[in-house]
């Protein structure tokens, strides 16, 4: 079977705070190393009421000091916002204290509005126009440093710190390809060229030092419970969240509300029934089929799984629900 990992935004939840939101990122990431997850991922957003994630390093540090075995990284860190240097020493640090288990996954968007962008890097000079250089760079301090190399990554020249290319369209794929390196679709929101870029990538990979062979991991929304009825009861957050995002009032991760599909408009129900596509949202055996099913039809080479739901305590279940669907999948497989 493939490996299953988690990606965690660190939801801030109507009611709570940051410091809630941390400590359950902490706790799910420890059931999730309990029920052989492969990997726990946090990602990068900013000015975003609901997510606690935006000091991607420092939460990264948190769970992997947390834990003891399972893989921890960024799902990703949003390359524009950062020079590379700081970015490879932030990791070489992280690589430093956590030896073997540290992620490093790129992305090119700002994970922000252009405003707060701007509030970020102060000025726009770097932009995800320079994305690649700013990839070859960060690559290039992860090197064994030269003798006279003027400018070193301390920590993190020499350090096996390995590198991700995200995206959700055909040009993270084509870079990633060129580059030799895995990559990793966002499937979970923004889905439209998923199946084109996995062709696109497996088919123009080139092999490199850090693989040998093309690997693609895909995103998909897992919320899980003991029937159905619950399952898409718990998935209005999400869905709620989405509509006000795209409605320029993203806030704290909201409860979730009986009936809240049947007041949507015809434009929000068709925005959602696109951004949400990769979705599986039901019982455990509903949610067994619909890993199997995404699984056929893509050829993944592992997944990454994202389920925000407002309790934490049915987060955590629904977790437990989805480890136990990967190891049936895995027996009839």
């Given at each position: 079977m493939i490996p299953f990992s988690v990606l965690d935004l660190a939801p801030i939840v109507q009611g709570g705070d940051a410091a809630q939101a941390l400590r359950n990122t902490l706790d799910l990431a420890r059931h999730a190393e309990r029920l052989g997850v492969h990997r726990y991922w946090l990602a990068e957003h900013h000015n975003m009421g609901g997510v606690a994630s935006a000091a991607t390093s420092i939460v990264i540090a948190h769970v992997a000091g947390g834990t003891s075995t399972i893989r921890v990284g960024a799902g990703g860190i949003m390359l524009p916002n950062h020079a590379p240097l700081v970015i490879a020493e932030q990791f070489g640090t992280l690589a430093s204290l956590f030896p073997g288990r540290i992620d490093l996954g790129l992305g090119r968007a700002p994970g922000s509005d252009p405003i707060t962008a701007r509030a970020l890097r102060r000025n726009l000079a770097g932009d995800a126009d320079g994305f690649p250089q700013d990839v070859l760079e960060?690559?290039?301090?992860?090197?064994?440093?030269?003798?006279?190399?003027?400018?070193?990554?301390?920590?993190?020249?020499?350090?096996?710190?390995?590198?991700?290319?995200?995206?959700?369209?055909?040009?993270?794929?084509?870079?990633?390809?060129?580059?030799?390196?895995?990559?990793?679709?966002?499937?979970?929101?923004?889905?439209?060229?998923?199946?084109?870029?996995?062709?696109?990538?497996?088919?123009?990979?080139?092999?490199?030092?850090?693989?040998?062979?093309?690997?693609?991991?895909?995103?998909?929304?897992?919320?899980?419970?003991?029937?159905?009825?619950?399952?898409?009861?718990?998935w209005t957050s999400l869905q709620q969240a989405f509509v006000n995002l795209r409605r320029g009032r993203p806030g704290p991760f909201p409860p979730p509300v009986d009936g809240f599909e049947r007041d949507l408009s015809p434009l929000d129900r068709a925005g959602l029934d696109q951004a949400l596509a990769c979705s599986v949202v039901g019982s455990p055996e509903t949610v067994r089929r619909g890993l199997d099913a995404f699984i056929t039809r893509t050829r993944a080479d592992e997944l990454i799984v994202s389920s925000p739901i407002f309790d934490h305590a049915a987060r955590v279940r629904s977790l437990e629900l989805t480890a136990a669907a990967r190891d049936e999948l895995a027996h009839a497989g």
């Open positions: 960060l690559m290039g301090y992860f090197r064994p440093a030269e003798p006279g190399q003027l400018v070193q990554a301390v920590p993190g020249a020499g350090l096996d710190v390995p590198i991700w290319i995200l995206g959700s369209s055909l040009f993270g794929a084509q870079l990633a390809a060129a580059l030799g390196l895995p990559y990793a679709f966002a499937s979970h929101f923004a889905p439209g060229q998923m199946m084109q870029a996995i062709a696109l990538y497996r088919r123009e990979f080139r092999p490199s030092v850090q693989r040998a062979e093309p690997r693609v991991m895909l995103g998909i929304n897992v919320v899980a419970a003991a029937t159905d009825e619950e399952a898409r009861f718990r």
